[in-house]
C-alpha cells in the first residue's frame, strides 16, 4: 500500500507571496492533519480534516487554511507569507481520526525569503 | 495550553546500552500516546503506541505509561547506533483529533 505522499516537497517563496501544499493520504484513510516543523518549536498542529470538514485547528493565525476533497486528498494554503513560515510542513493520515495511529508524509520544505 | 514535555537532550548510550526517554503531559485526559522516530531530515515514523497503563513491549522497545503520574517512557534495549535519532513524544485528548507533540529527545548511540 502505497505511503502518504506530499507535494512539492521543496519550495522557495518570497515574502507575501502565497503557497499551497498538497497531500495525498494512505487509501482508505479519512482523516488528514498537518503540521508545522521548526527546530525551535517542534510539531505543531495547524488542523485536521475528516470527510472535507475541518474537526480541529491549532493556534496559528488566519494565514493558514485548508481543505480537504471528497478522495480525502488534503491542501494547505499560506497566503502573505512571512519570514517566519519557513519551515517542514508535515501532512499525516490515519483512518478515522483520535486513538490511532498516524502515519508522515515525507514532508514539504518550504524557504521565505 | 496543553503540553507535552521531554527533555530535549542530546542522552548519549554506549552501543548496547538501554535507552530511557520520558515525556511528561499535563493534560489528565489523554487517552492516546505515540512514540516516533525521526531521524534527521526525515517524516517522524511510529515506533510504539501505548493506551493503558503498564508496560507495553515490542522487539527492543518497551513503552511504559503511568497516567496517575502523567508520564510516558520509551526504553531502547540493547540500543544500536542505527537507533540515534530524535524521538518524538505524542498525546491524543478524547475526542480531539489533535496530536500534541513534545519537541522530542535526540538520541546518540555511541559505537
Known amino acids: 500500500k502505497a505511503g502518504v505522499t506530499q507535494t512539492p516537497r521543496y519550495l522557495i517563496k518570497t515574502r507575501g507571496q502565497q503557497v499551497t501544499l498538497s497531500c495525498s493520504p494512505i487509501?482508505?484513510?479519512?482523516?488528514v492533519s498537518w503540521y508545522q516543523q521548526t527546530p525551535g518549536q517542534g510539531l505543531q498542529f495547524l488542523f485536521e480534516?475528516?470527510?472535507?470538514?475541518?474537526?480541529n485547528k491549532g493556534n496559528f493565525p488566519g494565514r493558514f487554511s485548508g481543505r480537504q476533497f471528497s478522495n480525502s486528498r488534503s491542501e494547505m494554503n499560506v497566503s502573505t507569507l512571512e519570514l517566519g513560515d519557513s519551515a517542514l510542513y508535515l501532512c499525516?493520515?490515519?483512518?478515522?481520526?483520535?486513538?490511532?495511529?498516524?502515519?508522515f508524509g515525507p514532508g514539504t520544505r518550504l524557504l521565505v525569503l | 495550553q496543553k503540553e507535552v514535555e521531554q527533555n530535549s537532550g542530546p542522552l548519549s548510550v554506549p552501543e548496547g546500552a538501554i535507552a530511557s526517554l520520558n515525556c511528561t503531559y499535563s493534560?489528565?485526559?489523554?487517552?492516546?500516546f505515540f512514540w516516533y522516530r525521526q531521524y534527521s531530515g526525515k517524516s517522524p515514523e511510529l515506533i510504539m503506541s501505548?493506551?493503558?497503563?503498564g508496560d507495553k513491549e515490542d522487539g527492543r522497545f518497551t513503552a511504559q505509561l503511568n497516567k496517575a503520574s502523567q508520564y510516558v517512557s520509551l526504553l531502547i534495549r540493547d540500543s544500536q547506533p542505527s537507533d540515534s535519532a530524535t524521538y518524538l513524544c505524542?498525546?491524543?485528548?478524547?475526542?480531539?483529533?489533535?496530536?500534541?507533540f513534545g519537541t522530542g529527545t535526540r538520541l546518540k548511540v555511541l559505537a
Open positions: 505524542a498525546a491524543v485528548g478524547p475526542g480531539t483529533y489533535k496530536y500534541i
Open positions: 501505548i493506551y493503558s497503563n
Open positions: 487509501s482508505g484513510h479519512r482523516s
Open positions: 493534560d489528565r485526559g489523554s487517552q492516546s
Open positions: 480534516y475528516f470527510s472535507e470538514t475541518q474537526r
Open positions: 499525516a493520515s490515519s483512518l478515522a481520526g483520535w486513538q490511532e495511529t498516524q502515519y
